[in-house]
């Protein structure tokens, strides 16, 4: 059974750093990433990192955020270090991985990112 847990998300003010964490298991992953969603909006791409260790970031974080992941055997841990936070980035950030057996996309719970004074 495959399953993403995140965690990491609160509130901190303009200016700091964050680091959200994702713990997928029960697959090999190939690409895993990161998504943010605020209210009424279509979830967006924040950041991806492919199995090789490519990576893409949304224009609106290059230079800010890094994205990392750990395999190990059937799990994958992804982080997402936020640094110089803005408050447009505030927003509620899903974790996301593919996996080479399923052929599957799979979702975390979502952890709520606030960026304000």
């Known amino acids: 059974q495959v399953q993403l847990v995140e965690s990491g998300g609160g509130l901190m003010q303009p200016g700091g750093s964050l680091r959200l964490s994702c713990l997928a298991s029960?697959?090999?992953?190939?690409?895993v990433a990161w998504y943010r969603q605020t209210p009424g909006k279509q979830r967006e791409l924040v950041a991806t990192?492919?199995?090789?260790?490519?990576?893409?970031?949304a224009d609106s974080v290059k230079g800010r955020f890094t994205i990392s992941r750990d395999d190990n055997r059937n799990t994958v841990t992804v982080n997402l270090q936020m640094n110089s936070l803005k408050p447009e980035d505030t927003a509620v950030y899903f974790c996301?991985?593919?996996?080479?057996?399923?052929?599957?996309?799979?979702w975390g719970q979502g952890t709520q990112v606030t960026v304000s004074s």
């Open positions: 029960g697959s090999i992953f190939s690409t």
């Open positions: 990192k492919t199995r090789g260790g490519i990576t893409q970031y």
């Open positions: 996301n991985a593919l996996s080479y057996v399923t052929g599957g996309t799979y």
